[in-house]
C-alpha cells in the first residue's frame, strides 16, 4: 500500500497546473492524513493540509487506491458505504478527471 506522500505525489503529478475543477476537494483517509487539492489558485495546490475545501471525500486509503486503480468502482463504492462526500457534490461528480 502507498504510502501517504506516494499518494500526494501521484496526486501532484495528475492534476499539474490546472485540475479543471476550479474548486477545493480533500481525501479524508481518517487516520491515515489527508489530501487536499485546491484548484482555486493557479497553479493548483497539492497538500496534505486539514483545511476546509468545497468537498470532502472520506474513504480508506486502500479503497482509495483501489478506485484510483480502477479496481473498485467509484459509484458503487459510494453506493457500499465505502466512500462518503461532505459538501458540494459536483466536485465530487468531476474527480473522474483527476482520478482517471
Same mark, same amino acid.
Given at each position: =500500500?502507498?504510502?501517504?506522500?506516494?499518494? /500526494?505525489?501521484?496526486?501532484?503529478? @495528475?492534476?499539474?497546473?490546472?485540475?479543471?475543477? +476550479? &474548486? *477545493?476537494v &480533500?481525501?479524508?483517509? /481518517?487516520?491515515?492524513?489527508?489530501? @487536499?487539492i485546491?484548484?482555486?489558485? /493557479?497553479p493548483?495546490v497539492?497538500? +496534505?493540509e486539514?483545511?476546509a /475545501?468545497?468537498c470532502?471525500?472520506k474513504?480508506?486509503k486502500?479503497?482509495?487506491?483501489k478506485?484510483? *486503480?480502477?479496481d473498485? +468502482?467509484?459509484?458503487?463504492?459510494?453506493?457500499?458505504? &465505502?466512500l &462518503?462526500?461532505?459538501?458540494? =457534490?459536483?466536485?465530487?461528480?468531476?474527480?473522474?478527471k483527476?482520478?482517471?
Amino acid at each position: =500500500m502507498a504510502t501517504l506522500e506516494e499518494i /500526494t505525489e501521484q496526486m501532484r503529478s @495528475r492534476v499539474g497546473a490546472d485540475a479543471g475543477l +476550479n &474548486k *477545493s476537494v &480533500k481525501f479524508d483517509f /481518517t487516520d491515515d492524513g489527508v489530501v @487536499r487539492i485546491d484548484d482555486t489558485q /493557479t497553479p493548483a495546490v497539492v497538500d +496534505n493540509e486539514a483545511a476546509a /475545501t468545497d468537498c470532502t471525500v472520506k474513504v480508506s486509503k486502500e479503497d482509495f487506491e483501489k478506485i484510483a *486503480s480502477g479496481d473498485m +468502482n467509484a459509484q458503487m463504492a459510494f453506493m457500499q458505504g &465505502k466512500l &462518503k462526500v461532505e459538501g458540494d =457534490m459536483s466536485v465530487a461528480m468531476q474527480l473522474g478527471k483527476v482520478l482517471g
